[in-house]
């Protein structure tokens, strides 16, 4: 798991991600082939990102909010969403359950966890928002969301004062390096 500060392009973050799998599986760049692909029209001008490993499919995810950008890299599928907590307040999301809101108790830091989560576990699962929000119910508390009768471990951050980072990778441990401004910040659930 990777934080910087984003290129001045999305080719720059895509750079940043075969540079980020190169690191993870210790190989020379010129070894990575990594873009995107929409999974329903084929498209690679969008959709979701991908990597290989001479040949070897690596899981990959990324995402961006503003100033940030958070790269996951793994063995397996996993999901990534960074987002800042200002504008997740902002936002008039109806996306969350009544048990979210329920245990959120109007923190907008738990909230904005709410909503990286559920992104992350969309992400990891593959179809991201073509799935209704609402069919993933998440406690952050206890770095888990429900989605499709089964239970998916989370990891959930606080890199700094205005930013919350979920991965959803089944349970691998995370580690997060090449943090912005201050370090990780502080572990906001169990998580993985």
């Known amino acids: 798991m990777t934080l910087r500060t984003p290129g001045p392009d999305r080719a ?16 020379e760049t010129s070894a990575v082939r990594a873009g995107r692909v929409c999974p329903h029209c084929a498209g690679t001008d969008h959709g979701r990102p991908w990597a290989s490993v001479s040949g070897a499919a690596v899981g990959v995810s990324l995402s961006r909010a503003p100033g940030v950008v958070a790269i996951a890299v793994g063995p397996g599928p996993l999901g990534v969403d960074v987002e800042r907590v200002s504008r997740v307040a902002a936002a008039p999301l109806d996306a969350f359950t009544a048990g979210e809101l329920r245990r959120a108790a109007g923190d907008p830091t738990v909230l904005a966890a709410t909503w990286a989560a559920k992104e992350a576990v969309l992400k990891r699962d593959g179809r991201g928002l073509r799935v209704d929000p609402l069919d993933v119910d998440v406690e952050v508390a206890a770095g888990t969301a429900w989605f499709e009768d089964a239970v998916q471990p989370l ?33 906001i659930s169990g998580g993985a």
Do not use: H, I, K
């Open 155 to 187: 990891t959930v951050l606080r890199p700094g004062p205005d930013l919350v980072l979920v991965v959803a990778a089944g349970g691998a441990a995370v580690r997060v390096t090449g943090s912005r401004g201050g370090g990780t910040g502080g572990v």
């Open 12 to 27: 720059a973050d895509r750079e940043a991600l075969v540079a980020a799998v190169a690191s993870a599986t210790r190989v």
